[in-house]
């Protein structure tokens, strides 16, 4: 093997971690990639303290997030919780009262779409001209 194909090779091992992911700390856009879920998700979970814990690095022009991988699993579980909780259930039961009431208000209006008269199909009448 040549200088560069070594230098090469060596580099392509520099640039592939050497943990499994569920064994990495990761960013916040790093965590939202691998739980498939929205920064904008991540945000609101943030705001109902429902997000996982973020471990700050701050250093002279540094300040790093970082999501631990302890914290993964840890947020699995409050998740978990928080879908069994009765303020999860009130809050699903509460969404589900205002679609159906959306609905049944949009049904009810003059301009939904089971109220509109048939549109008629205005197509242009197809003439041939002849001896032109």
Not at 18 to 47: A, H, M, Q, W, Y
Not at 85 to 90: G, N, P
Request: aromatic residues 4%.
């Amino acid at each position: 093997m040549s200088d560069d194909q070594q230098h090469s090779a060596s580099r392509e091992k520099e640039d592939t971690p050497s943990l499994p992911i569920n064994e990495r700390s990761l960013s916040i856009d790093g965590f939202c990639i691998v739980e498939d879920i929205s920064r904008s998700t991540f945000n609101k979970l943030r705001r109902m303290n429902l997000a996982p814990e973020i471990t700050e690095i701050v250093g002279p022009g540094l300040s790093l997030q970082r999501i631990t991988p302890e914290a993964r699993p840890e947020w699995h579980q409050r998740i978990k919780k928080y879908r069994e909780s009765t303020e999860a259930l009130l809050a699903h039961a509460r969404r589900q009262q205002q679609l159906l009431a959306a609905g049944q208000k949009s049904a009810a209006s003059e301009h939904h779409v089971s109220k509109q008269g048939k549109k008629k199909n205005k197509r242009r009448s197809r003439t041939k001209e002849v001896g032109q």
